[in-house]
């Protein structure tokens, strides 16, 4: 090898080096990467809209801003805790009683 060839051989070397091409591959690649690991984090999620699971979701429980997500089938229904009481006509249709340990036991009446 002479010398012209050694310096052309290392001019090429530099060149796929500094090859801005290259730098825009890899950035999309970590791009694809990225979305394809939130998706997985989306499919895997309760809250994935595609899933056939029924759930029931309980936000901040035993706090002011309480809230509770029913999710039925595709059916999303949303209660938020008030200060207000519920009322209007209805039936007693059992007794529920708290145990020592916190347990509530619901007794229905015949």
């Keep these: 090898m002479n010398y ?9 070397r530099l060149e796929e080096e500094t090859d801005p091409m290259l730098s ?6 970590a791009f694809l990467a990225v ?6 984090v989306l499919v895997n999620s309760p809250f994935n809209p595609f899933t056939k699971e029924d759930y029931v979701l ?3 429980p035993d706090k ?7 999710k039925k089938g ?13 009322e209007g006509k209805g039936v007693k249709v059992g007794i529920t009683y ?6 509530l036991i619901y007794v229905p009446e015949e």
């Design 24 to 29: 825009v591959v890899n950035m999309i690649d």
């Design 74 to 86: 595709e059916k999303l229904e949303r209660y938020v805790k008030t200060q207000s009481v519920g």
């Design 98 to 103: 708290r145990l020592e340990d916190g347990t």
């Design 58 to 60: 309980v936000k901040n």
């Design 4 to 12: 012209k060839e050694l310096v052309r051989q290392e001019l090429e």
């Design 35 to 40: 979305v394809i690991a939130l998706l997985l």
């Design 64 to 70: 002011e801003n309480m809230e509770i997500l029913i």
